[in-house]
């Protein structure tokens, strides 16, 4: 078990410009979830896959976020056009596809636009 | 919308002491899951104890336990003998489909 990795782990860019994140979920997990977490709060949901499919997405999840996770494996989470707004904390999760199993979390993606 | 309230920002105990975090819920359904994460300082978020909704039994995990109030919609982390390294930030999460809702956290701090 290698745990969720998550590239990179910061990310400065300015305002403007696209960016994008990738997560690598525990290989035998067939969900994955981004959240995004701003300071002193707790992370929100943006977004989950089952598989490849995207299930649900949040209000929070503007046209300019898109997700995909097109085998079924890693995933990634582009911002395009990023606002000051944006700069957060992005964790990635994954678990099995089981409502009683825990959800396990990546390090995170630090964003700073400047 | 379920919603998941922490009403202490922050909190302090003395090592070797217990300390409890709250938690509170507000949810219509019956049949759910809360957890309680930790997310020490720039590392990454791990899960420290579940509980399902329909035991009525409190979840332990060695020094860390619940107090699960079903009808006051209540779930507070119990943590025992304190160590230095359980400095960090706790998160009550309530689930009962697929994504979490997080509470705003409580900052712990141990002295020594």
């Known amino acids: 078990d290698t745990g969720v990795s998550q590239n990179p782990r910061h990310k400065i860019t300015k305002r403007g410009q696209n960016v994008t994140f990738r997560c690598d979920p525990i290989?035998?997990?067939?969900?994955l979830y981004w959240y995004r977490q701003t300071l002193g709060q707790g992370p929100e949901f943006l977004t989950y896959?089952?598989?490849?499919?995207?299930?649900?997405k949040s209000r929070l999840l503007s046209d300019r976020f898109s997700a995909e996770r097109p085998k079924g494996s890693f995933s990634t989470l582009e911002i395009q056009r990023t606002e000051q707004g944006d700069s957060a904390m992005y964790l990635c999760?994954?678990?099995?596809?089981?409502?009683?199993?825990?959800?396990?979390f990546g390090d995170g993606t630090r964003l700073s636009i400047l | 919308a379920q919603t998941v309230t922490q009403s202490q920002p922050e909190m302090s105990v003395q090592e070797a002491e217990t300390v409890t975090l709250s938690c509170t819920y507000d949810t219509s359904e019956s049949d759910y899951y809360l957890f309680w994460y930790k997310q020490p300082p720039s590392r990454q978020m791990i899960l420290v104890i579940r509980q399902e909704a329909y035991k009525q039994q409190n979840a332990t995990e060695n020094r860390f336990s619940v107090n699960f109030q079903k009808a006051a919609k209540s779930f507070s982390l119990k943590i025992s003998d304190s160590q230095l390294g359980d400095a960090a930030m706790y998160f009550c999460a309530y689930n009962e489909g697929t994504p979490l809702v997080f509470g705003k956290g409580t900052r712990l701090s141990v002295i020594a």
């Open positions: 290989s035998e997990h067939n969900r």
């Open positions: 896959f089952q598989n490849e499919a995207q299930l649900e």
């Open positions: 999760a994954s678990s099995l596809a089981l409502s009683n199993q825990p959800q396990h």
